[in-house]
């Protein structure tokens, strides 16, 4: 497979929708092998400092004590993106597997103000293709930005699609 690579990829935050199922996981670790796109990515400190703790950190974990409270996830991420020249950090905007009513919008905060581009990675399980849909500048028109997004995703089958709400915002 070649896939054209952008600089603009290569430094941004990577939304991963739809999120359905746990198989989401191990796709897009591959496709962004694959795609040679280091990306890293936020999950319970609990499986980077567990048994298998080695794993999850080669495939580009970055473990957090989710009982803090506040922004400091994302204040994080925003000092991640500032301090390298070369880092995708993925983020599940819906936040869980599950059907939710809106999308989590930590992500938009931090393309803002870390100065980096939006790219939309995606996973359609009907047509059986993974990738990157749409790298973009956001504009800071919160809710022309978000239209966008939403109608790139509209057309992308989730694995259950019971548990994705394509209105995201």
Do not use: C
Not at 3 to 9: E, M, R
Not at 69 to 86: C, F, Q
Not at 95 to 119: C, L, M, N, Q
Not at 151 to 165: D, L, Q, S
């Amino acid at each position: 497979m070649e896939v054209n690579v952008t600089p603009d990829l290569k430094r941004s935050v990577m939304l991963a929708a739809p999120h359905t199922s746990n198989w989401d996981f191990p796709y897009a670790i591959l496709t962004f092998w694959v795609m040679e796109v280091d990306v890293k990515y936020f999950i319970k400190d609990s499986y980077t400092n567990g048994f298998f703790g080695w794993f999850f950190k080669w495939t580009g974990a970055i473990g957090v004590d989710r009982n803090k409270k506040g922004n400091k996830l994302t204040d994080y991420a925003i000092e991640l993106l500032k301090e390298n020249e070369e880092l995708v950090i993925l983020i599940p905007a819906e936040g869980t597997r599950k059907a939710v009513d809106k999308w989590r919008t930590g992500f938009y905060r931090i393309a803002i103000e870390a100065k980096v581009p939006v790219s939309l990675g995606y996973m359609d399980y009907k047509k059986k293709v993974a990738g990157v849909a749409d790298v973009f500048w956001l504009s800071g028109d919160f809710e022309k930005d978000m239209t966008h997004i939403q109608e790139v995703y509209r057309h992308i089958h989730p694995k259950n699609p019971e548990g994705y709400n394509p209105e995201i915002f």
